[in-house]
């Protein structure tokens, strides 16, 4: 079967790449750098990733140069075009605008991948550097206004390189790109998801031999999958399923599972409660990294209490996680990856378990959708293939904590700036005194949210808005709409860890959100749609703010905020005003935001 090499230099989109040239038909593997030369001879074509990390600084990866002498066409992504450059006489420096978000690439020359191309069309960036001379040889194929050299490429040697990540969908022609290059490559479109089926259920069996699998299920739709597979690989009674109530779920949610379950087959399921647990091990903590560490190490204990309970043979079963790549790659799971967040399933002792071969998961290289295909694939109901995502900690990770105010040195000249730049949109800005985690050129971002107000709204002139002043005030990495009150007077940080009554708060919100969307029937118009709760008074009011964080996506790896009808939402900020100092809603693309605050 042809397939395509792709060598991973630390993005975050890297088994992106891998998923896009397998929805292309043509299968894909990833490689580091250093891999062996001789390797790459039995592919179609190589495709270098992007990156965290420049060129020019000592000990950043790179590869053999006389990869470029195999004769197989290549083609290098942001970091790889770089790269490419670096590594062929050219020159990258560090650009003069650091660009993250839509751009607008003008092509030059209609050869390559841009073979078939419009003249004019968007494309997503994410870089700092950028290739100011061009290697001998190689011919300029696209600009951007704010990146010259935006696309390079030498079509005699078949190597083609771009600035932009054309392996994401907010690329418009993206895949078109890509078909272009494995057409380069000559490569035979053979690659099904049937065809993934079958050998994933060949490898579990292999993995396996006559030992059982106890799941960690979550309710979710990776765990349901996760299920299924295992159990058309081996049987429904060589599978178990636990249910860990942490008492970080939705409200009645685990009601709704343990229903919802049942009526996929599961037989052998278990609901074990450890609220006070949880609760307990978590008060008075604060940094979210250290909150999904205690959950991940809680989870493992619980499991192994669990075990002992049951009296399952320790040597006769194994560790079953519903993981998927996103959660690979944003825990550094990659070697040059930067970590973006870590989850809960990718703790130091998880990872230990699954070098001993102690853990399966069968959907580890999956992105969610293929994941939902997969599920369909599996005969599982629709109900539970299009449920929204949720993670693993639960609403733990969607109460932000906070002992004292958290803001940059330069507030106060960054707002007067912001001002200033706001000024001829009629809007207002004020950086909030928490943040949040981000992700921006291929590395992780903690810092401060931007609120914005004004009359007018108009969500497609407040996405290019967002872009711009996360790209140009490095203080920030997220805008947010502020819905209600209509304008912020003072802002003070209200003292806040995890307790139960603040749980139960953001229940309440969470279900007056997700019942409202379900009933206006916009559930499948979004990826996700996360309500978080801000330990924020707004204008002297003694009650917390909710931030809402509603996103299209089709992986997790990139998103848009939703463009919600803006009638609909003044009927949801209606019903949630009332509880909170504070409706704000997050006007940020990933990247630079991620899904998540947390």
């Known amino acids: 079967m042809d397939s395509i090499a792709v060598i991973d230099f630390g993005s975050q989109y890297a088994h992106l790449i891998a998923n896009r040239v397998r929805r292309l038909q043509v299968y894909a593997e990833i490689f580091l750098p250093e891999t062996p030369l001789h390797v790459f001879s039995k592919y179609k074509g190589i495709i270098l990733s992007g990156g965290p990390n420049s060129v020019y600084e000592k000990g950043a990866p790179t590869i053999n140069p006389k990869i470029f002498s195999l004769g197989i066409p290549i083609l290098g992504l942001c970091y790889g075009h770089q790269l490419i450059a670096h590594l062929l006489g050219g020159k990258v420096e560090p650009g003069q605008t650091k660009e993250y978000g839509l751009a607008k690439l003008s092509v030059l020359k209609k050869v390559g991948i841009f073979d078939n191309l419009r003249d004019h069309t968007q494309v997503w960036m994410s870089h700092g550097d950028t290739v100011t001379a061009l290697p001998k040889d190689f011919i300029h194929l696209g600009k951007t206004p704010d990146c010259f050299y935006s696309a390079m490429g030498n079509p005699a040697r078949k190597i083609f390189s771009a600035q932009f990540h054309i392996e994401v969908t907010h690329t418009v022609d993206g895949m078109k790109m890509l078909s272009n290059f494995l057409d380069i490559c000559h490569a035979k479109r053979e690659w099904s998801m049937e065809r993934f089926m079958e050998e994933k259920i060949t490898s579990i069996k292999k993995m396996l031999g006559d ?38 779920l939705r409200k009645n949610e685990g009601k709704k599972i343990a229903a919802a379950l049942r009526k996929i087959g599961v037989k052998n399921f278990h609901v074990f409660s450890a609220k006070k647990r949880f609760f307990s091990a978590l008060r008075g903590v604060i940094n979210p990294e250290e909150k999904r560490k205690i959950i991940g190490d809680l989870f493992l204990e619980v499991q192994a209490q669990a075990v002992r309970k049951l009296k399952l043979d320790p040597e006769h079963w194994v560790l079953g996680q519903g993981t998927i790549y996103p959660d690979t790659i944003e825990s550094a799971g990659t ?126 002139e407040f996405e290019n808005l967002s872009t711009a002043l996360t790209n140009r005030f490095q203080v920030i990495n997220r805008v947010c709409l502020l819905l209600a009150p209509q304008k912020i007077h003072s802002i003070k940080i209200l003292p806040g860890v995890l307790t139960e009554k603040r749980v139960h708060l953001l229940q309440e919100l969470d279900d007056i959100v997700m019942t409202f969307i379900q009933k206006n029937h916009i559930e499948r118009d979004t990826w996700q749609f996360p ?7 707004i204008n002297g009011i003694k009650r917390e703010a909710v931030m809402l964080r509603p996103v299209c996506s089709e992986e997790a790896m990139t998103a848009n905020f939703y463009k919600m009808d803006f009638m609909l939402l003044k009927k949801l900020v209606a019903k949630l005003a009332p509880k909170v100092s504070a409706v704000f809603y997050d006007i940020t693309n990933k990247p630079p935001g991620t899904i998540e605050w947390e």
């Open 211 to 248: 030992r059982k699998v106890f799941l960690l299920v979550s309710g979710g739709v990776d765990s349901a999958v996760a299920y299924a597979m295992l159990s058309k690989a081996l049987g429904t009674d060589r599978v178990y399923g636990l249910f860990v109530d942490t008492g970080f």
């Open 335 to 460: 070697k040059y990856a930067d970590k973006i967040k870590t989850h809960h399933n990718r703790v130091p002792e998880i990872l230990e378990l699954i070098k001993k071969g102690r853990v399966i998961e069968p959907l580890a290289e999956l992105y969610k959708d293929e994941v939902r295909k997969l599920g369909t694939q599996l005969g599982l109901p629709d109900s539970m293939v299009w449920k929204h995502p949720f993670p693993g900690p639960g609403l733990a990770v969607r109460i932000l904590c906070a002992d004292a105010e958290k803001l940059p040195e330069n507030t106060s000249a960054a707002e007067e700036n912001i001002e200033t730049f706001l000024m001829p949109h009629r809007l207002s800005g004020k950086i909030l005194p928490i943040q949040s985690v981000g992700v921006q050129g291929d590395a992780r971002t903690y810092r401060n949210p931007l609120a914005v107000w004004g009359e007018n709204i108009n969500f497609d």
């Open 531 to 537: 309500t978080i709760l801000l330990p924020l008074s």
